[in-house]
């Protein structure tokens, strides 16, 4: 799970001064469990109605959950890279790279 490899790299993150943020579709309430169960060290983000599914183009007509995208943002808020081949055993690595 892609979440797990960030929670255990979280202090490589903050050595960066990068902040992790995860997101998806479901509830506050279904998010709040979700990390708790696997003692994310980072928010979860709620998007039940899809408005930033949509801006972010993650958004699958056949599926009722988000495509796997991760997006690097700079301290500007302007999106530095976007990560749409995402395989979740080497992704915390390749952003970690791409950090410097």
Request: proline share 7%; aromatic share 12%.
């Amino acid at each position: 799970m892609e979440g797990k490899g960030f929670r255990d790299r979280i202090q490589d993150f903050t050595a960066k001064n990068a902040v992790i943020l995860g997101a998806s579709f479901d509830t506050s309430e279904e998010n709040r469990a979700f990390q708790e169960k696997f003692n994310f060290p980072y928010d979860l983000l709620s998007d039940p109605d899809q408005v930033a599914g949509a801006a972010y183009g993650v958004i699958q007509e056949d599926k009722p959950y988000p495509a796997r995208f991760s997006f690097l943002i700079g301290p500007d808020g302007h999106i530095v890279k976007v990560y749409d081949k995402v395989v979740p055993a080497d992704h915390p690595d390749e952003v970690l790279a791409d950090l410097g």
